[in-house]
């Protein structure tokens, strides 16, 4: 089976305590599944048990009812330079098994979609997301899942939405919104602020209240923004890919303690210091 | 804005006691996204600022940068049945402005994708998701979470899975999975059992570790699955379609405290009465 866990080395805050620490995140990488040539969907999964991953996304998309209704199934590596990792599972149907429509999720190049070309095919932020010598406080950061919390309205009547909420420069919480998807609550206040005029995000941050995904890393790039605050972790690709276009990414902020997975150099503690020089980062 | 919560009448079972209550649930529903004659893309969102959420998604998914981009935006009410919901945003870009490819995440009719219709279009199962008589106790119930979550290999390292486990008619739980996608894990578990030659699973129930939303009950009910235990809230959208085709539907099962939205007279107390007689729900 595939890893489902990696390490990157992060910079964990606990109160005034500031250290490296060798971290595990779970891997996100993207699997095509096909039937013949034909890529019905690519999904972001964390890799094992890929053959029963496509096996069940074919029972709830396809007519497959049964065992007998797969009569071939297998996991390839199409992608020479992805590190064995599966990318792609392959399915051969009984004849007259219905099939759905291919659903391309993600832009797929000739291989399917693999981790290694997808950092690379995120496009650049337009600019620099942060100005020069922007950096925050600690003690911002932490306070930031509590302030958007008071403003959600919805959330305490239904525990079931997730929220998305857009920092600017001076701190104040400029939008919130919920959704009961997080790419919806992240697309509506990023939305907010194209429709205010206030794109690119420079030196603004975006707070989630769940997990941040390659998906979410993403969007905040396209609006141009600082860094993501998340109350959940990030997954491997989210780290990858904050790196890569130096996004600040801080996660599990919750009470006094919180972690830095990209732009540890951004982040200051309470005596003004960074709690990481600039490119120390493994 | 569109409402983001409405009420069903549930059963919420506190230790012992069992009652009735109208419980605020959040809404899900289809918007479709379309420039032109085109949609791009159906996302299952909470209504209300519709706008921001298509000029948000396009800033990610097409190379929307400012507001000058969007020459022209509207939201549609295109199926006459929806009740004043809105479910069509339709945009206008300015010229030179790329487009994705579209996407279209869910079977699409000639009315975009629409509330309403979204709910007679999934499929029936194909045959009793209970035997006769089958009954599940609170207690067993409310184990399961505790259970799976022992069966979590990878949870407690990363804090970033979702996982999804079967239980089988016995109670006994079959196989966990984890994913950083929670519709991954349900397709891995749900995999697993059709290459087993256990589909479809009556009398057997699936437990996620977070919301129940359509699409999680749509692979419920495509399995044959008797219900769901989910540890977080479901939306609106899953409460209805798990009525429409009795799946049991369980949500916020932590401690001693559950709700039930669905089926409430296949749950026993201790004394071994039903928390509800049939066809008591509203």
Redesign the interface.
């Known amino acids: 089976m595939g890893v ?2 990696t390490r990157r080395k992060i910079v964990r805050v606990r109160g005034n305590d500031a250290r490296e620490h060798l971290d ?5 990488s993207p699997l095509a599944i096909a039937v013949g040539d034909t890529t019905l969907v690519t ?4 890799p ?2 890929d ?10 998309d396809a007519e ?4 007998a209704d ?1 009569v071939g199934m297998g996991a390839f590596i199409a992608d020479p330079d992805s590190a064995d990792e599966v990318d792609t599972v392959r399915v051969a149907l009984a004849p007259g098994v219905g099939l ?2 291919p ?3 993600l ?1 797929s190049s000739a291989c399917g979609v693999c981790s290694s070309r997808l950092l690379p095919d995120v496009p650049a932020p ?1 600019g620099p997301l942060q100005s020069d010598g922007w950096t925050v406080k600690v003690e911002a950061l932490l306070d930031l899942p509590d302030r958007m919390r008071e403003r959600q ?2 959330f305490d ?5 997730h929220a998305a909420a857009v920092v600017d420069s001076a701190g104040a919480l400029v939008v919130v ?5 997080r790419h ?1 609550a ?7 602020c ?4 206030g ?2 995000l420079t030196d603004c941050l975006i707070v989630v209240s769940g ?1 941040a ?1 390659f998906e979410i890393v ?2 905040a790039l ?2 141009g923004a600082a860094g993501i605050v998340a109350v ?4 491997s690709l989210a780290v990858d890919l904050a790196r890569l276009h130096r996004l600040l990414l801080v996660g ?1 902020a919750r009470g006094s303690t919180l972690n830095v997975y990209s732009r540890p150099e951004l982040v200051l503690q309470h005596a003004g210091r960074a709690i990481q020089q600039s490119g120390q980062q493994g």
Not at 43 to 46: A, D, K, L, N
Not at 186 to 192: A, N, S
Not at 194 to 197: D, I, P, S, V
């Open positions: 489902m866990t595990d995140v779970v891997v996100e999904t972001m999964r964390t094992g048990h053959l029963e991953l496509a096996a069940g996304w074919l029972v709830a497959v009812r049964e065992a797969i759905p429509e659903r391309a999720r832009t337009s309205r919805a009547r239904t525990g079931g939405l919104h919920e959704d009961v998807g919806n992240v697309d509506k206040v990023i939305g907010h194209l429709m205010a005029g794109l690119p997990r995904s993403q969007k396209a609006a959940s972790a990030p997954s599990l």
